[in-house]
């Protein structure tokens, strides 16, 4: 069997047979991967604690018929150590996870960019002391950017006009102006339009700013605008804290 070599994020893991598991993986060169790791569930295991969600790990791998099989495994940074400590940190974390393997659609399809994105939120978590709220939305609206689905949050989504627009409305992409504003379109309040926009672009002074009530109204178009390209909320969103 071919073998190769690369640096995944463990996205998740389920139980195969007695003694298996299936660890779904986002690799930086190979993009997602489903792989087996035999015999991790024993006691004696040499793949110990590694390959579990979170973990940073350098890995080779043969390629199989259905299934890759991890061979082995070299902790980079087990970023759940201190994610786990810390209940609104872990459910951030857990949501940025099931969003890369949902915007990962096909696997062994290469994701370098979505990989680094990935590794530069969960660093954001655990060393800059950020609001975990204002992580996870940052790193949707990036990771959604990168599938091609960037929002406008200031000029017109539809022609262009120069804004700020004061309307948001999912399917058209962001922010509309008066003119092209269709039925159903929102209108959030202008400091919730700057956050996002704040958020998209990396401008932590201006989000950092911002007040509890612009966060909520922020963190729930986020989440809408999402549940429109993914045609499904994430299954994790229900549990993430906002502080």
Partial sequence: MPTYRDEAIVLRTQKLGETDRI???????TGRVRAVVKGVR???SRFGARLEPFGHVDLQLYEGRNLDTVTQAVTVRAYGAQLCTDYPLWTAGSAMLEAAERLTPNEKE????QFLLLIGGLRALTDQGRAPGLVLDAYLLRS?????????????AQCGSAGPHRAFHLAAGGAV???CRPPGALSPRPDTMLLLGALL?????????SDDR??????????AFLQWHLERGLRSWPIVERV
């Fill in 214 to 223: 612009t966060r909520r109204e922020g963190n729930s178009l986020v989440a």
């Fill in 177 to 179: 102006c008066p003119q």
């Fill in 110 to 113: 290469p994701a370098a960019q």
């Fill in 201 to 209: 672009a990396g401008d932590w002074a201006v989000a950092e700013a």
């Fill in 42 to 44: 024993k006691t004696t």
């Fill in 144 to 156: 959604l950017a990168i599938s091609g689905w960037s929002p406008s949050f200031d000029a017109c």
């Fill in 23 to 29: 660890v779904t993986l986002l690799a930086k060169g």
